[in-house]
């Protein structure tokens, strides 16, 4: 029986010389993965990040749907073609492969996802998306920093909090420490190359100390080359 959905598409592994194992976070399904048989013609479309109508079946004797059918819901003409936005694309991307790949049904989360990759597709001054897309992502992950003091407070990346009399943190920097928590206080921030670098990392590890699996980020190296002043 004929399906369709709306997918975010996440990444392509090939499968054969015209194939490939495709994954979209979905609307109406969350996580999935497609065989798509024609995926080699339609590699236009098939680049991170893109929105797409989807016509697809599930066979009985596989897990792996087969994609018959894509389509662009959401126009875009700079994020394929901006190394700067691709780069951000890419990375964005093989975030969400890693921490997506066992979600269900979760229509907040694919609504904000759109609405970050429309932004992404617009917005001019994208030096500090990366940090605040990942901070955003832990609301939906159930992993976002608690905050119990809102003065004088430290950052315990282990401990997943904001407070008072925290004894330096071994990942986290004082100066780092301070522009998460103006982040979550919706303040704006304004830093240096050097500092926007060590902010990324630091939410990189916090990602690491709490999703299992998370690993290191291929993407990683481009975008902070991509994003150097």
Do not use: W
Request: charged share 25%; net charge negative.
């Amino acid at each position: 029986m004929k399906e369709s959905d709306v997918g975010i598409f996440i990444q392509r592994i090939p499968f054969s010389e015209t194939s490939a194992v495709v994954s979209y976070f979905t609307q109406n399904h969350g996580f999935q993965k497609f065989l798509f048989l024609g995926a080699k013609k339609k590699a236009n479309l098939l680049f991170p990040l893109n929105v797409q109508e989807l016509a697809y079946f599930f066979r009985n004797e596989s897990e792996l749907g087969k994609l018959t059918q894509v389509e662009s819901t959401m126009e875009v003409t700079q994020i394929p073609f901006d190394p700067f936005r691709s780069s951000i694309a890419f990375f964005v991307a093989e975030v969400l492969e890693k921490c997506l790949n066992h979600t269900e049904k979760d229509e907040q989360l694919f609504f904000f996802l759109r609405n970050k990759i429309q932004e992404l597709e617009t917005q001019e001054n994208l030096a500090m998306f990366p940090i605040r897309f990942l901070l955003e992502l832990t609301f939906f992950l159930g992993i976002e920093p608690q905050i119990e003091e809102e003065t004088n407070v430290h950052f315990n990346m282990e401990e997943g909090v904001f407070a008072r009399n925290v004894q330096k943190d071994k990942y986290c920097s004082e100066e780092c420490s301070a522009i998460l928590f103006s982040l979550l206080m919706n303040e704006e921030v304004k830093i240096n190359h050097a500092l926007r670098k060590e902010t990324l990392e630091v939410l990189l590890v916090y990602y690491k100390l709490h999703l299992e699996h998370f690993g290191n980020l291929k993407s990683k190296e481009v975008l902070e080359t991509i994003l150097e002043p």
